[in-house]
């Protein structure tokens, strides 16, 4: 199944995308796609409702939100493609780099990505999201996708300067309003049949800059979905986001940033593809 949350920001809806390309209204019957439902077996109770037919589908042209509401936490893993490693002149990590992002910079897959007030080096990442189904704390690698609910594009917007030159840690560049655009959809996993065999690519002003697969991170989704858990419990719904391949703003000679006017497209297979407007805080505040 393919998850969507349309509507309005604020107050988005749950639905699911059928193969029509249409959207069917499940809130009759699921408040939204938060912890309770991924919890709570929600997937299979919808899958079933879905058999019954007596849903209507919505108009077209809605707004998509992100989709799953806001999570109890995102957390991204740092360098986890070694070209990408190697573009940030950083040492290639022995172990996963992972850091938070405040989940307030949450917005749907098409909305406004914002330049911060005061920033100077704003930044874009295309990378594949997992979305955690069941309560995941101590897991083995083995057992490790078995709490998998499903995986989601994400671009990881970044600003560098409040990253990596203000000092302490990196969620200070990552969790601005808006840098974390979410889907068009959540598949659920059992649509996905590799994780680690998918292409991502993102590209400004209609420009290719990032053109990799899943299949060279470093740290694969069964070690990562374990290896967090052995540091904190992992709730449904919570998203673990997997990292970036080359071809980031900070990796070209010189530098190249967001500017108001950019646009941003990027997609993963199977996973759709987003379209984001880049303005500044002066427009975007008025």
Not at 48 to 69: H, T, Y
Not at 166 to 178: E, P
Not at 220 to 236: A, D
Request: with cysteine; proline share 6%.
């Amino acid at each position: 199944m393919k998850l969507v949350r349309f509507g309005n920001p604020s107050n988005e809806k749950p639905g699911v995308l059928v193969d029509s390309g249409k959207i069917l209204d499940v809130s009759p019957i699921i408040s939204d796609y938060d912890e309770k439902f991924f919890g709570g077996e929600g997937i299979s109770r919808l899958k079933n409702e879905l058999v019954k037919g007596n849903l209507s589908f919505v108009s077209d042209g809605q707004r998509l939100g992100a989709p799953i509401a806001r999570p109890s936490k995102i957390i991204c893993v740092g360098l986890n493609y070694l070209k990408h490693a190697r573009e940030s002149n950083m040492a290639v990590p022995t172990e996963p780099i992972i850091f938070f992002k405040a989940t307030s910079s949450i917005v749907g897959p098409d909305d406004e990505i914002i330049i911060p007030k005061g920033s100077a080096k704003t930044d874009w990442e295309v990378e594949l999201a997992v979305v955690i189904g069941k309560k995941a704390s101590y897991v083995s690698e083995e057992d490790a996708l078995n709490h998998v609910a499903g995986y989601m594009l994400h671009n990881d917007v970044s600003e560098r300067a409040f990253q990596l030159e203000r000092g302490g840690q990196w969620v200070k560049g990552k969790s601005a309003d808006s840098f974390a655009p979410l889907g068009p959809w959540m598949v659920t996993a059992d649509e996905i049949k590799d994780p680690h065999n998918l292409r991502l690519w993102l590209k400004l002003n209609g420009k290719m800059l990032q053109d990799e697969s899943t299949s060279d991170m470093i740290f694969k989704v069964p070690f990562l979905v374990s290896y967090i858990s052995q540091f904190m419990t992992l709730l449904p719904g919570d998203v673990i986001s997997t990292g970036t391949p080359a071809g980031v703003g900070l990796g070209f000679n010189p530098p190249v940033y967001l500017k108001d006017g950019d646009v941003i497209e990027l997609g993963i297979d199977g996973l759709g593809k987003a379209r984001q407007n880049v303005v500044s805080f002066e427009k975007a505040r008025r």
